[in-house]
Each structure stands twice: as C-alpha cells, then as structure tokens.
C-alpha cells in the first residue's frame, strides 16, 4: 500500500516556476515507478512525466519540451517536479501516481498506476 500527497501548487505568472512534491508513505516506495498527471475540467488525465524507481528513465509528454524535470530521493519518500517556463495552458489539476510497473513507455497510460494522490492545484496566469 502505498499514499501519495502532492503539495507546491498554486498561482504563478507565465514564464515563472513552480516545484511540486509528491511525499509518499509505504515501504514499496523506493521499488515504484512514479508519474505526473494533469486533468482539466471537462478532460481526461493527460501524461506529464514519468521515473522509474532508481531514477534512471524518465519520461515526459511531448507538451513538456524540455521546461519540466522529474526527480526523486528515495531516502525521502518523494518524487518531484520541477516546472519551469510555464504557460496559462498549464493550468491544471496536477496528481502524482505509483505503480509497480517497471521502466518503459507504459508508464504513460494512466491505467497503469494503482496508487494516486488527491492532486494539487497549479494556476498560470497571463
């Protein structure tokens, strides 16, 4: 069992930053695969990025290009997501997830994470 709180969202400028956690609780933390998503009202959860459980592969949406950057500190229970050169078309809902799928491009579909948080907020004003 794992439980996931995301925290770090709130209301940022276009352009600016903004570092969202996800704390998780479990011992089967540190041998999950991690992922990022975002939901707006009215749509489904879209990919955001994804790290396998030493780090070593990460993954991201093809919206991302190259402005955010997935870590974690297993010592931490934590994953990250550090979004830089954000756009009103960010705004979102944002959820972290865990899952005990291994490494590969499957860690894009949603279906695959058993574990989410209750998500956070990031609004991008213009």
């Known amino acids: 069992q794992v439980q996931l709180v995301e925290s770090g969202g709130g209301l940022v400028q276009a352009g600016g930053s903004l570092r969202l956690s996800c704390a998780a609780s479990?011992?089967?933390?540190?041998?999950?695969?991690m992922g990022w998503f975002r939901q707006t009202p009215g749509k489904g959860r879209e990919f955001v990025a994804a790290i396998s459980w030493s780090g070593g592969s990460t993954y991201y949406g093809d919206f991302v290009k190259g402005r955010f950057t997935i870590s974690r500190d297993n010592a931490k229970n934590t994953v990250y997501l550090q979004m830089n050169s954000l756009k009103p078309e960010d705004t979102a809902v944002y959820y972290c997830?865990?899952?005990?799928?291994?490494?590969?491009?499957?860690?894009?579909?949603?279906?695959?994470?058993?574990?989410w948080g209750q998500g956070t907020q990031v609004t991008v004003s213009s």
């Open positions: 997830a865990a899952t005990s799928t291994g490494p590969g491009p499957a860690l894009e579909w949603d279906y695959e994470y058993e574990y």
């Open positions: 479990g011992r089967t933390f540190s041998s999950a695969s």
